[in-house]
């Protein structure tokens, strides 16, 4: 298990899909938009490499759980908001990354 990782112990017991993430991105420095981000199992992890991160949900619940989960010392690197994707507007180039995971 990823110590003092976001990722559900439950969903990602080895922290591999985290670990599969930053094979494939380099999340140092970047912004980055979490598309579906539920419970917030992957955004700790995103977050401490991140600039910043906006992740978003159309689940309040899942939202606000995932509010509640992230540490203190991250809480000014992330924003959360209750949308879905196509009710979420963003000006073209505002993140550098963009991570949908599990998310259909």
Do not use: Y
């Not at 419970?39 to 992890?45: C, F, H, K, N, S």
Request: net charge negative; glycine share 8%; proline share 6%.
């Amino acid at each position: 298990m990823l110590e003092n990782s976001g990722v559900s112990p439950t969903l990602d017991p080895e922290g591999a899909h985290l670990a599969a993430l930053r094979r494939l991105a380099d999340f140092r420095g970047a912004r980055v938009l979490e598309m579906g981000c539920g419970d917030g199992r992957l955004t700790e992890g995103i977050t401490r490499d991140a600039a910043h991160v906006l992740a978003f949900d159309p689940d309040r619940e899942a939202v606000e759980q995932a509010c509640k989960a992230l540490p203190a010392d991250l809480a000014d690197q992330v924003s959360f908001r209750v949308s879905s994707a196509e009710q979420l507007e963003i000006p073209p180039g505002s993140f550098d990354l963009v991570v949908f995971s599990w998310s259909l």
